[in-house]
């Protein structure tokens, strides 16, 4: 595969005082470097996997690439498919904190930069509270989630151009894509909600109590929480949602599948979005009802799946 994860992501945030207390605090990542108009959060070995920027309009968008050779593989791909696609300059590459860098914008408008050699950083990875760390590798710094007004629009652009795969989908309560470009059952969803932007990114904690502290920690925030506690039908997924001092979701998860893209074959994902719980606040009121009526559905006809644990990370009770 061309692209093998997401490596980062800049986002918007015109308050970045906020976005320092929210990101340390309570997302437990480490702030590594604050400048005038950015900050920059290390949640690895990396120097930097999430950087909040006062003056973009947009998110921008890191996929990571193995080396030299598949970034210019990339390259000619994209310009073969009509789509403009420019070299970062080294400036640009500096700030990033990588070797080389690809400019491009999908057909939202999203900024994509594809690189490759991003820089580890001398210092151990140090949380902003006592975290058991995220669970990133091989598999990316966790997924971003997109609405789109039409999938038909964007889908194309990831799966034929940039060489995505296609993991399932869902039709209800709202038509969903989930793609992957490693062995994390999906780096990147569209979902179709009606309008473009970015709904959520996802970090994945290497243990459940994680998540269940952060859940603590949101709920002592007046309407923080954007989606309850659940877990996900496709990625099997445990997670809540908090909203982020952007506006956007951040979604806490522990426990995500992963998958072999070389044997997956893409299908449809009949039980909904989740097995239970993930009650989301941020749907109009018919689609909450329907993802209500596809929970109950699937604890009546007893859908459950085993829990994707890691090493280290459980015990077998006796
Ligand atoms: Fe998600």
Redesign the pocket.
């Known amino acids: 595969m061309l692209v093998e994860a997401l490596g980062y992501v800049g986002l918007p945030g015109r308050d970045l005082e906020e976005w320092a207390e929210y990101g340390t605090r309570f997302l437990g990542l480490e702030l590594a470097e604050r400048a005038r108009s950015s900050l920059a959060f290390r949640m690895d070995e990396r120097q930097r996997r999430i950087v909040i920027l006062s003056d973009a309009a947009a998110p921008v968008f890191g996929w990571e690439a193995a080396d030299a050779d598949a970034l210019d593989a990339l390259a000619a791909r994209i310009e073969r498919a009509g789509v403009a696609v420019a070299r970062g300059s080294r400036a640009l590459a500096a700030e990033r904190g990588v070797a080389d860098l690809l400019v491009l914008d999908d057909p939202l408008g999203n900024r994509l930069e594809i690189f490759h050699g991003a820089a580890v950083a001398d210092e151990p990875f140090r949380p902003g509270r006592p975290i058991s760390g995220f669970r990133t590798g091989a598999l990316g710094l966790g997924?971003a989630?997109l609405t789109v007004e039409r999938s038909e629009s964007v889908l194309p652009f990831y799966r034929d151009v940039l060489g995505f795969g296609l993991t399932d989908w869902t039709v209800r309560p709202f038509r969903a894509n989930f793609l992957h470009v490693n062995q994390r059952h999906h780096s990147l969803?569209l979902i179709e909600t009606g309008k473009n932007g970015l709904h959520?990114l996802?970090l994945e904690h290497f243990m459940l109590d994680d998540v269940g502290q952060a859940y603590d920690l949101a709920l002592g925030v007046e309407d923080r929480v954007a989606v309850t506690l659940g877990r996900?039908a496709n990625d099997l997924?445990t997670?809540f949602y908090a909203r982020s001092p952007s506006g956007f979701l951040v979604?806490c998860?522990w426990g995500g599948r992963t998958i072999d893209p070389a044997r997956w074959r893409a299908r449809e994902v009949m039980a909904g979005p989740s097995l239970w719980g993930h009650e989301r606040n941020w749907l109009p009121p018919e689609a909450r009802a329907e993802a209500r009526a596809l929970r109950l559905k699937a604890a009546a006809d007893g859908l459950r799946e085993p829990v994707q644990v890691l090493p280290g990370n459980y015990e077998v009770a006796g």
């Open positions: 997924h989630v969803a959520h996802m996900h997924m997670s979604e998860g």
